[in-house]
């Protein structure tokens, strides 16, 4: 069983950066994929980024390209998503999830996802 546990949200300006983490425990395997979702108000919950951890692949949505950093800290099994030039429509709940598998194929697919974490709001103002 894997638990994992976002922290590091919260309510910025345009232009502002954010970083979450998730801290992970329980059985990761070392090529699964780690990944971020969000959901807004009256939208589907969607991906933003997701990483192979062990192997370092990246996965991003086009919205955040550029803006959006993944990482995983392997020694303190936490994952990361460093936010810069937020964006009032980056305004979501951020989801940390783990895939018992590598991202190529599934990254953004929300069903391929076996463990979720509780979320954490992060609020962009203009």
């Known amino acids: 069983h894997v638990q994992l546990v976002e922290s590091g949200g919260g309510s910025v300006q345009a232009g502002g950066s954010l970083r979450l983490s998730c801290a992970a425990s329980?059985?990761?395997?070392?090529?699964?994929?780690l990944g971020w979702f969000r959901q807004a108000p009256g939208k589907e919950r969607e991906g933003v980024a997701s990483i192979t951890i062990g192997a370092g692949f990246e996965y991003y949505d086009n919205s955040v390209k550029g803006r959006f950093t993944i990482s995983h800290d392997n020694a303190k099994s936490t994952l990361y998503l460093q936010m810069n030039s937020l964006k009032p429509e980056d305004t979501a709940m951020y989801y940390c999830?783990?895939?018992?598998?590598?991202?190529?194929?599934?990254?953004?697919?929300?069903?391929?996802?076996?463990?979720w974490g509780q979320g954490t709001q992060v609020t962009v103002s203009s």
């Open positions: 329980g059985r990761i395997g070392s090529r699964d994929c």
């Open positions: 999830a783990a895939a018992s598998q590598r991202c190529v194929e599934i990254w953004n697919i929300e069903s391929e996802y076996e463990y």
